[in-house]
Nanobody, 127 residues
Framework: QVQLVESGGGLVQAGGSLRLSCASS???????TGWFRQAPGKEREIVAA????????YYADSVKGRFTISRDGAKNTVYLQMNSLKPEDTAVYYC?????????????????????WGQGTQVTVSS
């Protein structure tokens, strides 16, 4: 059982930045990871993903060029750096682990591929 704990959410003005952290109870460098978000009244959607090897990434078009996913293996932590935030980025953000990812360079984009989820952290961007 992998436990994930997100932190770093909060209230920020449009144009500002936040860095979300996701601390894992196991070696984060052994699994593909992803960040998702769910806005009120909307479906949960993928924001960014990182392959097991750390060499491949995926970003939703809505965040490309503004958000960056990374990890620190020594700290077993995955990050989501969010810059140039917009009101439409307001959502609960979740990190997730694809525990059974078979290929080192595979980026997992679908929710069903992920086996463990954090509890979420709220990000609110004011205009």
């Amino acid at each position: 059982q992998v436990q994930l704990v997100e932190s770093g959410g909060g209230l920020v003005q449009a144009g500002g930045s936040l860095r979300l952290s996701c601390a894992s109870s196991e070696r984060i460098g052994s699994y593909a990871t992803g960040w998702f978000r769910q806005a009120p009244g909307k479906e949960r959607e993928i924001v960014a993903a990182l392959s097991w090897s750390g060499t491949s990434t995926y970003y939703a078009d809505s965040v490309k060029g503004r958000f960056t996913i990374s990890r620190d293996g020594a700290k077993n932590t995955v990050y989501l750096q969010m810059n140039s935030l917009k009101p439409e980025d307001t959502a609960v953000y979740y990190c997730a682990v694809d525990y059974y990812s078979e290929y080192p360079s595979k980026v997992s984009r679908e929710q069903y591929e992920y086996d463990y989820w954090g509890q979420g952290t709220q990000v609110t961007v004011s205009s």
